[in-house]
């Protein structure tokens, strides 16, 4: 069972990545004419999007069980930066992993930004990212973690620290190239014209459907038809082939995509975004994620609880969110810290 999980995984984080490919060419699914348009006119002006600030909702539970999570931020991107990254080695040298790490490092050093956490309303996380420093404030964690006193005797500091990230993805590449990569069972690399093709050919699972306008906003709801996802053979062949490249036998494999195909009806996955017809920025995203357990369990013959994901996020001062900077005084640390520090807690 826990294969096919890993299977299911695999699916989800392909609708998810590929999501990204319709940046340029929006998900219009079913929509034509002027509704089309808006999310087309709404992607090229998210495109041009420099900084803005957000506020977000997560609730992940089961049944009563629910952990809630709130939290806000924003970011800040250098177009000049990004223009300046080797697109082409994320996207198709593998193989030479200097490469790729130098320009995930390119990524960092482009992007600013904060975000804070609160779950349950009691545990707070503060998080920064500038200029390739990721910076956590262990202050906020020291209840968590016994009070500042445990925080001095594990070696941490009372406050903000920082750890260069971006260095450690400029080590790790030729760490990384130094080292023989496993084998992957002779599966080819996905090309990126082949995994587009086949995004496109599941834009019909996606139903949009267009709502009342709400306060000068167009509202779009988005349902996705997992039977349609779980039953296209050109996409699930694909993701066997991938998934082949562990340990699943062939007759395990066709066992895998009869139960996938079985639990179309098991997922649940909504959403709805807004966009504002002046500016065309998208304002809001809505999401609602549910597991029937019942249903899981009928097809998988184990038992699983019910689980829902559901959450939401409002973005505001487009290209005008507040300048971020490192936390004053904050100590940096680099990876080779990190490793003496917790070689000397003990943690290697």
């Known amino acids: 069972m826990r294969?096919?999980?890993?299977?299911?995984?695999?699916?989800?984080?392909?609708?998810?990545?590929?999501?990204?490919?319709?940046?340029?060419?929006?998900?219009?699914?079913?929509?034509?004419?002027?509704?089309c348009d808006i999310l087309v006119q709404s992607a090229a002006a998210q495109e041009g999007l420099t900084s803005a600030t957000f506020d977000f909702t997560l609730n992940i539970g089961s049944g009563s069980d629910i952990i809630p999570l709130t939290g806000n931020g924003s970011?800040?991107?250098?177009?000049?930066?990004?223009?300046?990254?080797?697109?082409?080695?994320?996207?198709?040298?593998?193989?030479?992993?200097?490469?790729?790490?130098?320009?995930?490092?390119g990524v960092l050093g482009a992007f600013d930004g904060e975000l804070n956490i609160n779950a349950m309303g009691m545990i707070d996380l503060n998080l920064l990212l500038i200029d390739g420093v990721g910076y956590l404030n262990f202050g906020a964690l020291a209840p968590l973690l016994g009070g500042p006193e445990a925080l001095g005797a594990m070696g941490l500091p009372a406050d903000w620290a920082g750890l260069e990230l971006v260095?450690?993805?400029?080590?790790?590449?030729?760490?990384?190239?130094?080292?023989?990569?496993?084998?992957?069972?002779?599966?080819?690399?996905?090309?990126?014209a082949q995994t587009e093709a086949l995004m496109n050919s599941l834009m019909g699972a996606a139903i949009i459907t267009r709502g009342a306008d709400e306060d000068g906003k167009a509202v779009f709801n988005t349902t996705l038809d997992f039977n349609a996802i779980f039953n296209n053979e050109e996409f699930m062949g694909l993701v066997?082939?991938?998934?082949?490249?562990?340990?699943?036998?062939?007759?395990?494999?066709?066992?895998?995509?009869?139960?996938l195909s079985a639990l179309g009806s098991a997922i649940n996955v909504s959403v709805t975004q807004k966009v504002d017809l002046a500016s065309f920025y998208q304002t809001d995203v809505e999401f609602n994620i549910a597991l029937d357990g019942a249903a899981f369990a009928a097809v998988t013959g184990e038992s699983m609880d019910s689980i829902s994901i559901t959450g939401g996020f409002s973005f505001a001062n487009f290209n005008a969110a507040p300048a971020l900077s490192a936390p004053a005084g904050a100590p940096v640390a680099t990876v080779m810290d990190l490793m003496g520090m917790m070689g000397a807690m003990g943690g290697f």
């Open 3 to 35: 294969k096919y999980l890993m299977i299911l995984v695999m699916i989800l984080a392909m609708l998810a990545f590929g999501g990204s490919a319709f940046a340029q060419d929006p998900l219009c699914g079913n929509l034509t004419g002027a509704d």
């Open 75 to 105: 970011y800040a991107i250098d177009p000049a930066a990004i223009a300046a990254i080797d697109m082409d080695a994320l996207a198709g040298a593998a193989a030479d992993p200097t490469a790729v790490f130098g320009a995930l490092g």
């Open 167 to 192: 260095g450690a993805l400029e080590m790790l590449g030729p760490m990384m190239g130094g080292m023989e990569m496993p084998d992957t069972g002779g599966a080819a690399a996905m090309d990126p």
């Open 240 to 259: 066997m082939s991938q998934a082949g490249a562990g340990e699943l036998s062939e007759s395990e494999l066709a066992e895998a995509q009869q139960m």
